[in-house]
């Protein structure tokens, strides 16, 4: 792992669901530039003293030096996003596979350069979208696809939060580079959670978004990068949407939510209350889904995501545990059966990033423009056959 160090939240998350299901173990590190908390960490998991390292370079350099079987096989990034891809593209030229945080990058064009790396590698790679990893996630993509709500017209996204409401910045060094653009890129709010919101509507309704009407805005003076902002917009298959994303709803703790409705129904589910997914019907009652093994009516991909019989609670932790344990068997599986390409099943792949930051560039685009609707901007994500990937 590089970066994560004591008192960062999602390196801690990620330490969590590596080890969750006993597909992985955290074997070396460099958590932080700063040697205590470096060493602090490294002995919280009883990492050997010999594989804590002082830099990221100095990691990669030193793995790539062991016997192949004592070496790491994977290389798991979450530092802030402008190091997302030297890091990447370091571990890919030494033949690791990758994990990383998202967005997968700080502009389309870095973005881009990384998915030219990944080409003609036997090198797997995966993206940190954690809510995708929700049994109900896929147990509404399912619905969708099936026809149970007909036609998809209307597609609603929420993600609000108000840990942002202040100046956080000041004193927060999580909100410190989140809003620092040479740290986090071109835009705040959207990257950091405007891209799961956009990657969840994909996702379930298996839509591509096609065109933006943007604003982003900043509430806290001095900030500068958004901490708001919203869009209406259009599919290539014919439904209309909203998206919403803020950091400045004060009082509001992670509201992620979607809303999807067709011509025979809809379907609700809320990440505040992810064992549970209500589909409307215009012909019967509405019907409650609830997450848990063995459950009547839960698809085989939600089902598989399940670790315990209903009402006993699964949440954040495991949702990531789940791409983590997907990644691990594909690892495995990868030793006796390379092939040169980078995607595993059921986890967000280098063309799920690359949607991502088109996403963002055209968030930015359509904001700065005086015109209704922005085309969305294109990426080589476009010209791959992702039917059977997660979409983000």
Same mark, same amino acid.
């Given at each position: 792992m590089i970066g994560g160090g004591a008192g960062a939240f999602i390196g801690s998350v990620h330490r969590h669901a590596i080890m969750m299901d006993g597909y992985s173990e955290l074997v070396c590190g460099a958590f932080s530039r700063d040697a205590d908390n470096n060493q602090q960490t490294s002995a919280q998991f009883g990492i050997n003293k010999e594989r804590v390292y002082d830099s990221w370079q100095s990691l990669i350099e030193g793995e790539s030096t062991l016997p192949e079987k004592q $070496?790491? %096989?994977? @290389?798991?990034?979450?530092?802030? +996003?402008?190091?997302? &891809?030297?890091?990447a593209q370091k571990a890919i030229e030494h033949g690791f596979h990758v994990f990383c945080e998202k967005p997968l990058a700080i502009s389309l064009d870095e973005a881009e350069l990384l998915a030219q790396r990944l080409k003609n590698t036997p090198v797997l790679f995966g993206l940190a979208h954690t809510y995708l990893g929700y049994p109900m996630v896929w147990q509404a993509q399912h619905l969708v696809a099936s026809g149970a709500i007909g036609s998809v017209r209307k597609i609603i996204v929420e993600y609000p939060q108000g840990w942002l409401s202040a100046n956080e910045e000041q004193s927060n060094k999580q909100a410190a580079w989140r809003t620092d653009p040479a740290q986090s890129g071109g835009s705040g709010c959207m990257g950091d959670i405007g891209t799961h919101a956009f990657g969840m509507a994909e =996702?379930?309704? %298996?839509? %591509?978004?096609?065109?933006?009407?943007?604003?982003? +805005?900043?509430?806290?003076?001095? $900030? $500068?990068?958004?901490?708001?902002? #919203? #869009? @209406? =917009?259009?599919?290539?298959?014919?439904a209309t949407g909203t998206l919403i994303a803020s950091q400045v709803c004060a009082g509001v703790e992670n509201g992620l939510s979607i809303r999807v409705y067709g011509d025979k129904g809809g379907i609700e589910w809320q990440q505040m209350q992810p064992d549970t997914?209500?589909? $409307?019907?215009?012909?019967a009652p509405f019907q409650v889904y609830r997450a848990g093994q063995g459950n009547v009516g839960l698809c085989a991909e939600a089902l598989s995501r399940c670790r315990v019989p209903a009402g006993h609670p699964e949440g954040y932790l495991e949702a990531m545990a789940n791409l983590y344990s997907m990644?691990?068997? #594909? &690892?495995?599986?990868? %030793?006796?059966?390379?092939?040169? +390409?980078?995607?595993v099943d059921g986890v967000p792949s280098i063309y799920s990033g690359l949607r991502g930051m088109a996403f963002i560039q055209t968030m930015l685009e359509s904001a700065a423009s005086d015109k209704k609707w922005t085309a969305f901007v294109a990426s080589s994500a476009d010209t791959q056959d992702l039917k059977n990937e997660v979409i983000l």
């Open positions: $070496r790491m %096989q994977v @290389l798991v990034i979450v530092t802030p +996003n402008h190091m997302h &891809v030297p890091i =996702f379930v309704t %298996q839509h %591509q978004i096609s065109d933006i009407c943007a604003e982003l +805005n900043i509430h806290i003076d001095g $900030r $500068r990068l958004d901490d708001d902002g #919203a #869009a @209406l =917009f259009k599919t290539k298959q014919g997914l209500i589909h $409307r019907r215009t012909d990644f691990a068997k #594909a &690892v495995t599986h990868h %030793q006796d059966h390379p092939v040169i +390409n980078s995607n």
